[in-house]
Every structure is written in structure tokens, then in C-alpha cells.
Nanobody
Framework: QVQLVESGGGLVQPGGSLRLSCAAS????????MGWFRQAPGKERILVAT????????HYTDSVKGRFTISRDNAKNTVYLQMNSLKPEDTAVYYC???????????????WGQGTQVTVSS
């Protein structure tokens, strides 16, 4: 059973940057696609970015394209989300999740972390 632990969230001013990390254990990490999702208060949890096991394929939701970068280090069993030019509307709890295949639908993800809060405010 895979376990996921996120870190790196916090309070940042608009225009600032944060890097989220998600450490995975309990399974062959490199065979799974990994995704970052976010959920703002009162809103649905949505996919922010996802990356295939080999890093060949990535996908970003339109609102973060050009600002966020997903990457992974299979030797460290870790996936990252570099977030630049942050906006107040990026404020949410961010979750990482694992899927057995590259997927955009959150129902395809079988394991989830506990989430890390990102707050963008002056």
C-alpha cells in the first residue's frame, strides 16, 4: 500500500514562489503516474498537474500553465510541484495522488496524501 506525504506549503505573497514535495513509500514509485490536485474552501478538488512514471507525459490545468512545473525524481520516490508567480486564487489545500496510469480524472487515483495548505496573500 502506497503512502504519500506532502510538504512545502505555507504563506506567500502574490508573485512569490513555493515548491511542494510529495514523498512516496510502499510501492514501486516509478510505475505510477503522479498528480497534484487542489481544493479551495467550498469548491471541488481539481487536477492541477500530472506526470507519467517516466516523466515523458505531463498535463497542466489551463490556469497554471506557464507558472507551475511538475517533476519527479524516481531515485528519491518524490514528486515536486514548482509554483511561480503565485496568485491569490491559487490558495487551496494541495494534495498529491498516485495512479496506475496517466490520468486526468481524479477517480483514477488510488492513493492520496493528507494535503498541504498554500495561502497566497499580501
Amino acid at each position: 500500500q502506497v503512502q504519500l506525504v506532502e510538504s512545502g506549503g505555507g504563506l506567500v505573497q502574490p508573485g512569490g514562489s513555493l515548491r511542494l514535495s510529495c514523498a512516496a513509500s510502499g510501492r514501486t514509485f516509478s510505475s505510477d503516474a503522479m498528480g497534484w490536485f487542489r481544493q479551495a474552501p467550498g469548491k471541488e478538488r481539481i487536477l492541477v498537474a500530472t506526470i507519467s512514471g517516466s516523466s515523458i507525459m505531463t498535463h497542466y490545468t489551463d490556469s497554471v500553465k506557464g507558472r507551475f512545473t511538475i517533476s519527479r525524481d524516481n531515485a528519491k520516490n518524490t514528486v515536486y510541484l514548482q509554483m511561480n508567480s503565485l496568485k491569490p486564487e491559487d490558495t487551496a489545500v494541495y494534495y498529491c495522488a498516485a495512479s496506475s496510469r496517466f490520468a486526468l480524472d481524479k477517480s483514477r487515483y488510488y492513493a492520496w496524501g493528507q494535503g498541504t495548505q498554500v495561502t497566497v496573500s499580501s
